[in-house]
């Protein structure tokens, strides 16, 4: 379960620059990938790459170590959302339940007793990585348990519950859309004057 934590540490600190060489043992998941070492993969490796590997090798230990151990052909929508709620354990976002206090607020001027859970964001983005790594490593984009309409269904209904007990806005932010070039307007002047003498 080690390897769980530290998933979560490197999850929750990805905007940290500093904090992006971290070292990862050679696991041979039940998918058949394996993950590099750290001094053995490439320097071009971009950070998204090096967190969908870890990502995708920590959800490989969490079907070895279910009960009963599956296989990723078995995999549904169902295990998904098991190991979303199983990482809420790891979790260091407040989200404040309806009775408390702070219910709604962004800046609670106190300390409570909510639990501490993944942040919506952090779910989203995680989903999405899981979503690309399946297809890459020879899943069917039909059979992607990470996209399944239940999976989907809960990171929204995670953003709604953190919106309200938070206080905080999730909604799209709106692309400003590009207005075409006005086009010039083109004054005509007057012919200049000549001068008949």
């Keep these: 379960?080690?390897?769980?934590?530290?998933?979560?540490?490197?999850?929750?600190?990805?905007?940290?620059?500093?904090?992006?060489?971290?070292?990862?043992?050679?696991?041979?998941?039940?998918?058949?990938?394996?993950?590099?070492?750290s001094s053995s993969s490439p320097a071009t490796t971009s950070r998204y790459e090096n967190q969908k590997r870890r990502d995708w090798n920590t959800f490989g230990q969490y079907l070895k170590n279910h009960r009963p151990p599956l296989s990723l052909s078995r995999c549904s929508g169902a295990n998904v959302?098991?190991?979303?709620?199983?990482?809420?354990?790891?979790?260091?976002?407040?989200?404040?339940?309806?009775?408390?206090?702070?219910?709604?607020?962004?800046?609670?001027?106190?300390?409570?007793?909510?639990?501490?859970?993944?942040a919506?964001?952090?779910l989203d983005a995680l989903i999405g990585r899981l979503r690309a790594a399946f297809e890459e490593n020879g899943g069917k984009p039909e059979a992607n348990p990470f996209?399944?309409?239940?999976?989907?269904?809960?990171?929204?209904?995670?953003r709604d519950l953190q919106s309200k007990a938070r206080g905080i806005s999730y909604e799209k932010k709106k692309k400003k859309r590009?207005?075409?070039?006005?086009?010039?307007?083109?004054?005509?002047l007057p012919p200049a004057p000549t001068s008949t003498q």
């Design 1 to 37: 379960m080690d390897s769980i934590q530290q998933f979560m540490d490197t999850s929750n600190s990805e905007h940290n620059l500093t904090n992006n060489t971290i070292t990862s043992t050679n696991i041979t998941t039940s998918f058949g990938a394996a993950s590099a070492s």
């Design 81 to 118: 959302l098991e190991f979303l709620r199983y990482l809420d354990q790891f979790g260091k976002t407040k989200v404040h339940t309806p009775m408390c206090p702070f219910y709604g607020h962004p800046n609670p001027p106190g300390p409570c007793t909510c639990p501490l859970k993944q």
């Design 120 to 122: 919506w964001g952090s």
């Design 147 to 158: 996209g399944a309409r239940a999976v989907r269904l809960y990171l929204r209904e995670v």
């Design 178 to 188: 590009k207005q075409p070039p006005q086009q010039q307007q083109q004054t005509v």
